[in-house]
């Protein structure tokens, strides 16, 4: 390898970020953020439990204590850790409390899991904000909670929305979404 590729691939990896959050149905919030610009994958999983590598089954029970969730990749030079918190806060209702729709139990709260400091202070100050803004009709509930592990869920959850668009869920529910977003946020969608 030269030492031009080499310098290449570690500036590239330095760029490289990650954010964790919950926001219900993991193929929901996966299928909006790989919409993305600047966001490289996301994979879903489960964190927040007390249960090592936990299976899909077990976390729908509510009994692990994990949380359906996602975890992205991303390149902070062409989107910010708050513009992912702004898509995060309105593709998901962040008032209710252990559910999201017909989805209900702690494995569908809304949730940051913070990776430092610094995504734990940015997550504050817009939880602050949107509760002054009017933005929602109610307080936002959404749990600050610092990542421990994060387990990838199985891989038929991976891309769901793009393997399973005709599952009557991904059409009644996931498929409402993603277009929602796409509407408002267009600038930030990725060039087909």
């Known amino acids: 390898m030269t030492d031009e590729k080499k310098v290449s691939e570690e500036s590239a990896a330095e760029k490289e970020s990650v954010a964790t959050f919950a926001g219900g149905c993991f193929w929901c919030t ?13 994979v879903s999983g489960y ?5 090592r590598n ?20 991303y390149d902070a030079g062409q989107i910010s850790f708050e513009q992912l918190l702004d898509v995060f806060f309105h593709t998901h209702d962040p008032t209710t409390l252990n559910r999201q729709g017909a989805d209900v139990g702690t494995q569908y709260r809304s949730a940051v899991f913070y990776h430092d400091a610094e995504q734990k ?14 933005d929602f009709r109610s307080r936002i509930v959404t749990s600050l909670e610092r990542l421990s592990t994060f387990y990838p869920a199985e891989d038929y959850h991976q891309d769901y929305f793009a393997q399973n668009g005709t599952n009557p869920y991904c059409m009644a529910v996931v498929g409402p979404k993603v277009s929602k977003f796409q509407k408002r946020y267009k600038e930030l969608l990725k060039e087909k």
């Open 47 to 51: 964190t927040g439990g007390n249960r």
């Open 54 to 73: 936990p299976t899909y089954k077990e976390v729908c029970t509510g009994l692990t204590g994990h949380a359906e969730a996602i975890q992205i990749r």
């Open 30 to 42: 996966e299928a909006v953020f790989l919409r993305l610009r600047g966001v490289n994958s996301v």
């Open 121 to 134: 202070r940015q997550t504050e100050l817009m939880i602050r904000e949107l509760d002054k803004s009017g």
